[in-house]
Nanobody
Framework: QVQLVESGGGLVPAGGSLRLSCVASISYFSLYGTRWYRQAPGKQRELVASIDLNGTVAYADSVKDRFVISRDNAKSSLYLHMRSLKPEDTGVYFC????????WGQGTQVTVSS
């Protein structure tokens, strides 16, 4: 059974940084596309960043130049480096791995205080 475990969330002041990690128990992780989503209270889940199996990255406009997505296929891991955090970055961050189907982690809470 595929399992994704996120970690690294927490409470930080505006302007701070966090590094989220997601470890996937999945065979052939390198063949999967990977994404980070987030969901703020009362809002829909939104795509934050993606990195495909070729290493091509994409970001939501709201996080460009502040967040960096990366992956380590040898460790079946996905990362999200977040800096210059803003209160509007607050939410639950979810790791997503997809190929023929998509798998989700349980999420990690990020709270940015003003």
């Amino acid at each position: 059974q595929v399992q994704l475990v996120e970690s690294g969330g927490g409470l930080v002041p505006a302007g701070g940084s966090l590094r989220l990690s997601c470890v996937a128990s999945i065979s052939y992780f390198s063949l999967y596309g990977t994404r980070w989503y987030r969901q703020a209270p009362g809002k829909q889940r939104e795509l934050v960043a993606s990195i495909d199996l070729n290493g091509t990255v994409a970001y939501a406009d709201s996080v460009k130049d502040r967040f960096v997505i990366s992956r380590d296929n040898a460790k079946s891991s996905l990362y999200l480096h977040m800096r210059s955090l803003k209160p509007e970055d607050t939410g639950v961050y979810f790791c997503n791995v997809y190929r023929n189907e998509a798998f989700w982690g349980q999420g990690t809470q990020v709270t940015v205080s003003s």
